[in-house]
């Protein structure tokens, strides 16, 4: 029988999530390598609540992991489940599988590679040319509104299939992959981030101007009132 666990059960998993070091994640296996995925495997259809299409108004969050700050970057990279479209990394993935109960999740793993361009030292005229100009962000000239990797390294993606209950790992291109799940993991791959959703961030400093005031501007002082030097020595002149 399906046991919900409760909120105890599931503060416990996880403090020991992050008081423990994370577990090493398995390699992939091939499918047909894996007879025990089988049963499991069979689960994944139209019908099941554990996949769910997103549509193009669904808030996909496939980036960042839920309760860190954890991307794609990280050793272990990330998980995103496939039903609820959040996602989370290696050391807070079993208190998801123990709230939702979802055996299967969509893992993204990115390695950097540096860009291997000799002609470019990295004190160059085209460090040089990026190097911010003013004080503003996302704006020409300014500093960049987001880290983007892909502006110092070449990304290595790598894209699997964890399932959770056998602790396996499938790449999403084997053949016998049941279409249902594969064209999930493949929309929730695709789909705009949530934290792109609400547009680019720019902000650039504005030019102070100097008020019309500000040098026959008189400072009146009301009947009875006298200079305090301290605020807390500041007193009601009607009481």
């Given at each position: 029988?399906?046991?919900?666990?409760?909120?105890?059960?599931?503060?416990?998993?996880y403090?020991r999530?992050?008081?423990?070091?994370?577990?090493?994640?398995?390699?992939p296996?091939?499918?047909?390598?894996?007879?025990?995925?089988?049963?499991?495997?069979?689960?994944?259809?139209?019908?099941?609540?554990?996949?769910?299409?997103?549509?193009?108004?669904?808030?996909?969050?496939?980036?960042?992991?839920?309760?860190?700050?954890?991307?794609?970057?990280?050793?272990?990279?990330?998980?995103?489940?496939?039903?609820?479209?959040?996602?989370?990394?290696?050391?807070?993935?079993?208190?998801?599988?123990?709230?939702?109960?979802?055996?299967?999740?969509?893992?993204?793993k990115?390695?950097?590679?540096?860009?291997?361009?000799?002609?470019?030292?990295?004190?160059?005229?085209?460090?040089?040319?990026?190097?911010?100009?003013?004080?503003?962000?996302?704006?020409?000239?300014?500093?960049?509104?987001?880290?983007?990797p892909?502006?110092?390294?070449?990304?290595?993606?790598?894209?699997?299939?964890?399932?959770?209950?056998?602790?396996?790992?499938?790449?999403?291109?084997?053949?016998?992959?049941?279409?249902?799940?594969?064209?999930?993991?493949?929309?929730?791959?695709?789909?705009?981030?949530?934290?792109?959703?609400?547009?680019?961030v720019?902000?650039?400093?504005?030019?102070?101007?100097?008020?019309?005031?500000?040098?026959?501007?008189?400072?009146?002082?009301?009947?009875?009132?006298?200079?305090?030097?301290?605020?807390?020595?500041?007193?009601?002149a009607?009481?």
């Amino acid at each position: 029988t399906n046991r919900t666990p409760t909120l105890r059960t599931a503060a416990e998993l996880y403090a020991r999530s992050i008081l423990r070091p994370p577990p090493s994640l398995p390699p992939p296996l091939a499918l047909m390598a894996n007879p025990a995925v089988q049963p499991l495997l069979a689960t994944a259809t139209a019908g099941s609540p554990f996949l769910i299409i997103p549509t193009p108004a669904s808030a996909v969050h496939n980036l960042e992991c839920a309760f860190s700050f954890d991307t794609p970057l990280a050793p272990a990279g990330l998980f995103t489940n496939l039903g609820t479209h959040h996602s989370f990394s290696l050391a807070h993935l079993p208190l998801d599988v123990a709230k939702t109960g979802q055996p299967f999740y969509l893992h993204q793993k990115w390695t950097k590679i540096p860009h291997e361009d000799p002609a470019a030292p990295a004190g160059g005229p085209a460090a040089a040319a990026a190097a911010p100009t003013k004080l503003a962000i996302g704006v020409a000239g300014g500093f960049a509104a987001t880290d983007d990797p892909a502006a110092a390294f070449d990304l290595e993606k790598t894209t699997s299939t964890y399932l959770a209950p056998t602790q396996t790992l499938l790449p999403l291109d084997d053949p016998a992959f049941p279409q249902h799940l594969l064209a999930t993991a493949h929309a929730v791959l695709a789909h705009a981030p949530a934290a792109a959703s609400t547009g680019p961030v720019t902000w650039e400093e504005s030019a102070l101007v100097v008020s019309k005031h500000s040098e026959t501007l008189e400072q009146v002082r009301g009947e009875g009132s006298s200079a305090a030097p301290f605020a807390g020595d500041v007193k009601c002149a009607g009481c």
